[in-house]
């Protein structure tokens, strides 16, 4: 590789897919374009990866979007917040960060900065909903302005925060099943892991709405996208009620399986107690007889030791008997 060929891979920004819509169609980007003087073919749409130390050289140089939108692309503040300058829109979003294996999801951010002819996103880990996107793009869908590109990116929010609502539903009908079945074998951190993820959820979808409802009354903000800022916040209150009422329901369980534990605990000790009760005196007759001292009944008796365990068993079949009726043993 030649010394031009480093230069050019060291200036290109970070990249990681852009689309220029024009005509019905979709035309991809390639990183070289954007190092040219060319200019868009229609409404153009990049999204770029922040964890690339070139993405931030890029952004700074050549601002596709407003200085203060620029600016938020490039925070390290993580809050979610909105910004309105003119007729361009910034925000900072939460969402779910795409892992390639199976563990407890983590928070992600998603930033947006939207003009008239242009779109811009960007990311430091992958997401679920830029791939989402990702995928509505290559099956065809051709967004032609800001408002088309924030429908897709709020449908795949929505989406992907409802799986995760319907998935920990699913967890949560598992274990209502074992416990109407009288067989329990959830332990106290399932109930832990499952709770803190909802918490995390329900923390997501009020922040969002903090950030997105001044918009509302904000009128600086472009009318075009005033619908699908509406829409976002219609569904993200949805989807926190159905979160809450999943939460709720396994509020309830988590106090049933408590009480199934409490009263499992009781039982044992019932049990325990009880059978205290029954050896005490079979104890006391069998440390009399084992004293060696002098006088003791059937000492030189060559039945003894026969007559000494009947005496046992027969001082805890009275003591059964005195519980029984008072009631202290259940039939």
């Known amino acids: 590789m030649t ?197 995390r959820m329900h923390r997501m979808f009020g922040g969002a709405r903090a950030a997105l409802r001044p918009l509302d009354e904000d009128g600086d903000v472009p009318q075009t996208l005033r619908e699908p800022l509406a829409r976002h916040l219609g569904r993200l209150s949805s989807a926190d009620q159905d979160l809450m009422a999943v939460q709720g329901q396994l509020r309830l369980l988590r106090d049933e399986m408590d009480l199934h534990a409490a009263q499992q605990t009781n039982d044992n000790l019932y049990f325990l107690s009880i059978l205290s009760a029954l050896l005490l005196p079979a104890t006391l007759v069998t440390g009399i007889f084992g004293m060696n001292t002098g006088g003791l009944p059937w000492t030189d008796h060559k039945l003894g030791s026969l007559w000494a365990t009947v005496t046992a068993l027969g001082s805890a079949g009275a003591v059964y008997l005195v519980l029984r009726l008072m009631g202290f043993i259940r039939r």
């Open 3 to 199: 010394y031009d060929d480093l230069r050019e891979t060291a200036v290109r920004p970070g990249l990681v897919w852009g689309f220029d819509f024009a005509e019905g169609r979709a035309w991809p980007i390639s990183e070289v374009e954007l190092l040219g003087p060319g200019t868009p073919r229609g409404f153009r749409w990049l999204h770029f990866n922040l964890a690339d130390q070139r993405t931030a050289r890029w952004l700074a140089a050549h601002r596709p979007v407003s200085a203060a939108a620029t600016e938020l692309l490039l925070s390290t503040d993580n809050s979610q917040r909105a910004e309105v300058e003119a007729d361009a829109l910034a925000l900072v979003l939460h969402d779910f960060e795409l892992d390639f294996i199976e563990s407890e999801p983590r928070v992600g951010v998603l930033r947006i900065a939207a003009s008239p002819s242009m779109i811009v996103t960007a990311r430091r880990h992958p997401l679920r909903c830029a791939e989402a996107v990702k995928r509505r793009l290559d099956a065809g869908a051709t967004p032609s302005s800001p408002a088309d590109a924030l429908e897709l990116i709020f449908a795949g929010m929505i989406d992907g925060f409802r799986a995760k609502t319907v998935e920990l539903e699913a967890q949560v009908q598992a274990i209502e099943d074992e416990l109407l079945k009288d067989r329990p074998a959830t332990d106290a951190r399932t109930f832990t892991t499952l709770r803190s993820l909802m918490v």
